[in-house]
């Protein structure tokens, strides 16, 4: 069966040091893969996603994510945290039948 | 371009009452609709999906139901709500092998 996993619960980072969110993934074959936020009391939104192109993916806001087949990984990357970027994050998959598949969210927590 | 809407934005019942949750997508025809819910401190489950009209399949068992009566509406429904009914409801759509999205998505208080 397809799954998800967010390594971390709850990541926090100082203000304009780097942040690694890390998601890994099972599936048997090549999925769709997806980073939402999810901002208090806020629907989600879809920050980057990857549909089998290019492997690195950038997204808005500064965050990009980088897809390794060898590792089944889609860790969530940004150079240099705001404020702002504090908020929940989601690694998000998509099932055969094209349902999506969610990790169960980081936590992410930004020092000033 | 598609877009999705959720109504009510936020939501407060008493235990026992009706619950009628609506799910709208514009721009795209015969879609693939999901219901998740997120209860307080936890990740988002996946509740109902549908791929096409009247057609209806549950993930998980609940006092909660779903219809599709449009191409393109996706109702939730409760005939007495619960209090672990209490959560954060969203709406999703999908065009495989295209993706969608996600709708802003309903607060529901339970009391």
């Known amino acids: 069966a397809q799954s998800v996993t967010q390594l971390d619960s709850h990541v926090s980072v100082s203000e304009g040091t780097p942040v690694l969110l890390r998601c890994n993934y099972s599936?048997?074959?090549?999925?769709?893969l997806f980073w939402y936020v999810q901002h208090p009391n806020k629907g989600l939104q879809l920050l980057l996603k990857?549909?089998?192109?290019?492997?690195l993916v950038k997204g808005i806001n500064g965050f990009e994510a980088e897809f390794k087949k060898s590792e089944t990984s889609f860790h969530l990357t940004k150079p240099s945290a705001h404020m702002s970027d504090a908020a929940e994050y989601f690694c998000?998959?998509?099932?055969?039948?094209?349902?999506?598949?969610f990790g169960t969210g980081t936590r992410l927590k930004v020092l000033a | 371009s598609q877009t999705i809407h959720q109504w009510p934005a936020t939501l407060v019942q008493p235990v026992g009452s009706p619950l009628s949750l609506e799910c709208t997508v514009e721009?795209?025809?015969?879609?693939?609709l999901y219901w998740y819910r997120q209860a307080a401190g936890r990740g988002l489950q996946l509740l109902f999906y549908?791929?096409?009209?009247?057609?209806i399949s549950s993930e998980v068992p609940q006092n909660l139901s779903a219809s599709r009566p449009q191409d393109r509406q996706f109702i939730l429904s409760s005939k007495k709500l619960l209090l672990s009914d209490s959560g954060f409801y969203l709406c999703a759509w999908s065009v495989p092998p295209l993706t969608g999205d996600f709708g802003p998505g309903t607060r529901l208080l339970v009391l």
């Open positions: 990857y549909t089998s192109a290019a492997t």
């Open positions: 599936s048997s074959y090549s999925p769709s």
């Open positions: 998000v998959a998509t099932s055969g039948t094209y349902k999506y598949i």
């Open positions: 549908s791929v096409g009209i009247g057609q």
């Open positions: 721009g795209t025809s015969n879609p693939n």
